[in-house]
């Protein structure tokens, strides 16, 4: 079959691989219909992330329809069309029972590394390096899922895979950023970074009851999408901290989302330190989000932070009683609910899709998304 | 390679021994009743294919069994377990008979671990240090120089399988390029 494979920075090759097959009992094999290039991929594209190895096959976002399925998965059927939560969790562990899929106690084959590094070991994910497990990735034209009773949300086939695909990761991403926000009525939740998680958070905020939403970013079509969403938007050039204030009579947003993460642009310190592996990701926007949340507000972090980083500014944190919440996102958990506001055409998250490629021009993808060329602002691949 | 137990015996026997017995010990908590574990790890034969490597329990007798191990190389170790202690739904105790190269004693408890979260499961393990010779490259193929990581992986395991019914792999998976397989 056909895969896209990484092979380092600004490398990625659609190679000739063989074909997934069955290894455990609750494993499915889905033929992948639309996959699509995640915000998180420029990390592994750019080589930010640790732990990849040369010829892994990338993505985690991808719908299709299920073609073998194991002895142990008993609520999926050969022929149905599904879409594949890009976290792996067995479902009966006491975090997935609580929802907290990503953070699995039994999907991880590197349990061992992933606990060396971060004390407790975490979930897998698909095609995002071997500290998640080494999971072969979604920008295939097969995909092996493990837990596939838990992983595999069954979708309706009237509706196209623009509108379901989603729900593989931004959607819920989008929606549980909003959600981390703990919206109250008369709120005011500003987003910080309008790419696909932004754009899904803004619309899950305004449908999660924010009073007012902003958006902020610096490039114009994002802006302009936001706008659409609903939001009020400030580009980022401006002075951010007068109109926040000016936007909320002088309090400063309850809820500050950052969908920028560890990539940000805007400070040559963070710039220099990341290039010389002084530091793992550039905490520009972070620090301005911390900033400008108000008093005893809320910072949820919607970006991906990988690393160990210094000038992160916990004394703001402090001084201000801010309370953050982050993490990998629990799409098992939030999906179902979401397919419902698709499937009653309540919300449509087509509107974000800005290109469609073949997989096999998928290298072109990748730079055109990277370099943010030709409006793009997010690429739907068909294998 | 395979040896005879008179080699590995003559091995064992020529073998400085350093004094000391080296201990390792792992705890996870497991979304089951003490019984249903207890049950499980009591029915010896339940544990095969649980360690690194190929295991293959038999039980002889109520409190005797008999375990064959196949390296990943090939080579094979036996020993008979015997269980010394048997406390229903709280812990079992054992210790090796008939072997030289994989000489240990050990056990497991079962607590109910607080909030309804299942069971605290603790396994203990002391070895003896490892013979030389034959015995000796066996020893340190299985255990390793520190058990510790052994028995820890062995636990995560036996968890792993106990709730989500399988171990997680990417066995055999399709990548772009021919990558060194990874120890299971």
């Not at chain 1, 599904?82 to 609580?98: D, M, S």
């Not at chain 1, 938007?233 to 936007?247: C, P, S, Y």
């Not at chain 1, 963070?270 to 905490?283: C, G, H, I, P």
């Not at chain 1, 919300?347 to 730079?367: E, R, W």
Request: proline content about 6%; charged content about 25%.
């Amino acid at each position: 079959m056909k895969a896209a494979c990484w092979y380092g920075k600004k490398d990625v090759r659609v190679k000739d691989v063989p074909e997934p097959s069955i290894v455990n009992p609750r494993d499915a094999i889905v033929r992948v219909t639309s996959t699509a290039i995640c915000g998180s991929d420029l990390h592994i594209y750019n080589a930010y992330i640790p732990t990849m190895k040369n010829g892994d096959i990338i993505g985690h976002e991808c719908m299709g329809e299920v073609v073998d399925i194991g002895p142990g998965v008993e609520n999926i059927s050969v022929g149905d069309r599904v879409v594949v939560a890009c976290t792996i969790g067995c479902g009966r562990c006491q975090y997935c029972r609580e929802g907290h899929f990503p953070l699995c106690d039994n999907s991880n084959p590197a349990a061992r590394i992933a606990e060396e590094m971060n004390g407790y070991a975490t979930g897998g994910l698909f095609g995002y390096s071997h500290l998640y497990g080494g999971y072969a990735g979604a920008q295939a034209e097969f995909i092996r899922v493990p837990f596939a009773d838990t992983g595999l949300l069954r979708v309706p086939k009237e509706l196209s895979d623009e509108e379901l695909l989603f729900l593989s990761d931004i959607f819920p991403t989008g929606y549980m950023i909003a959600d981390h926000c703990n919206i109250q009525p008369g709120q005011v939740v500003a987003v910080w970074g309008c790419g696909p998680v932004g754009q899904f958070a803004i619309r899950s905020a305004i449908m999660l009851g924010a009073d007012k939403v902003i958006a902020i970013d610096d490039v114009p079509e994002r802006l302009r999408m936001a706008e659409d969403g609903g939001a009020i938007t400030i580009n980022a050039g401006e002075d951010v901290h007068h109109l926040l204030k000016e936007l909320t009579g002088g309090r400063g947003p309850d809820a500050c989302i950052d969908a920028v993460g560890m990539e940000a642009h805007g400070s040559a310190y963070d710039s220099v330190k990341q290039a010389m592996k002084l530091e793992m990701d550039r905490l520009f926007v972070l620090r301005q989000v911390l900033r400008l949340c108000r008093k005893g507000g809320v910072v949820s972090l919607g970006g991906v932070y990988v690393g160990m980083d210094d000038k992160f500014p916990i004394g703001m944190a402090f001084a201000k009683s801010l309370t953050l919440r982050m993490g990998q996102v629990e799409v098992q958990h939030y999906a179902p609910s979401l397919l419902e506001k698709i499937e009653t055409r309540q919300f449509n998250p087509s509107f974000v899709v800005t290109h469609q490629m073949p997989l096999k021009d998928i290298a072109k993808g990748y730079a055109m998304f990277n370099d943010k060329k030709d409006g793009c602002i997010k690429v739907v691949l068909k294998p | 390679m395979t040896t005879t137990l008179i080699e590995r015996k003559a091995g064992a026997a020529e073998a400085h021994r350093a004094s000391d017995t080296s201990h390792a010990r792992a705890v996870f908590t497991i979304l089951r009743s003490p019984q249903e574990l207890y049950r499980f790890c009591r029915r010896v034969e339940n544990l095969s294919g649980l360690l690194q490597g190929l295991v293959v329990v038999k039980e002889t007798s109520n409190r005797i069994s008999h375990w064959t191990l196949t390296l990943p190389d090939g080579d094979r170790v036996e020993w008979d377990a015997e269980i010394t202690r048997d406390v229903p739904n709280e812990a079992i105790e054992w210790r090796t008979i008939h072997t030289v190269e994989f000489e240990h004693r050990g056990s497991v408890t079962f607590t109910p671990a607080p909030g309804g979260k299942g069971t605290e499961m603790r396994v203990a393990m002391e070895h003896e240090s490892p013979p030389g010779g034959v015995a000796g490259k066996l020893f340190l193929k299985l255990v390793g120089k520190e058990p510790q990581p052994r028995v820890e992986e062995g636990l995560r395991r036996f968890k792993m399988v106990m709730e989500a019914g399988e171990i997680p792999t990417t066995a055999g998976q399709p990548c772009g390029e021919d990558q060194p397989r990874e120890e299971p």
